[in-house]
Nanobody
C-alpha cells in the first residue's frame, strides 16, 4: 500500500508562485509514474502534469505549459509541482497521483491518490 500526502498549498496573489510537494510512504515508488491533477469547484478533476521514474520525461496540460514544472526526488520519495505566474483560474484542489503505468496517471485512474491540497489564487 502507498500513501501520498500533499502539502504546500495556500493563498497567493495572481502572478505569484507556489511549490507543492507530495510525499510518499509505504512501498517504494522508484519506478512509478507520478502526476498532479486539480479540481476546481463545480468542475471535473483534470490532468496537470506527469513525470516518469527518473524524471527525464514529463508532460503537461496545455493550460499550465511554460508556467508549471513537475520534478521528483526519489531519495526523498517526494514529487514537486513548481507553479509560477499563477492565475485566478489555477484555483483548485491539487491532487498527487501514482501508478506503475503512464496511462494510469494521464487517464485519471491511478492506483493511488493523495488527499489534496487547496490552492487559491486571488485576482
Amino acid at each position: 500500500q502507498v500513501q501520498l500526502v500533499e502539502s504546500g498549498g495556500g493563498l497567493v496573489q495572481a502572478g505569484g508562485s507556489l511549490r507543492l510537494s507530495c510525499a510518499a510512504s509505504g512501498r517504494t515508488l522508484g519506478t512509478y509514474f507520478m502526476g498532479w491533477f486539480r479540481q476546481a469547484p463545480g468542475k471535473e478533476r483534470e490532468f496537470v502534469a506527469v513525470i516518469n521514474w527518473n524524471g527525464d520525461t514529463t508532460a503537461y496540460a496545455d493550460s499550465v505549459k511554460g508556467r508549471f514544472t513537475i520534478s521528483r526526488d526519489n531519495a526523498k520519495r517526494t514529487v514537486y509541482l513548481q507553479m509560477n505566474s499563477l492565475k485566478f483560474e489555477d484555483t483548485a484542489v491539487y491532487y498527487c497521483a501514482a501508478d506503475d503505468k503512464y496511462r494510469g496517471v494521464v487517464a485519471g485512474a491511478p492506483m493511488y491518490w493523495g488527499q489534496g491540497t487547496q490552492v487559491t489564487v486571488s485576482s
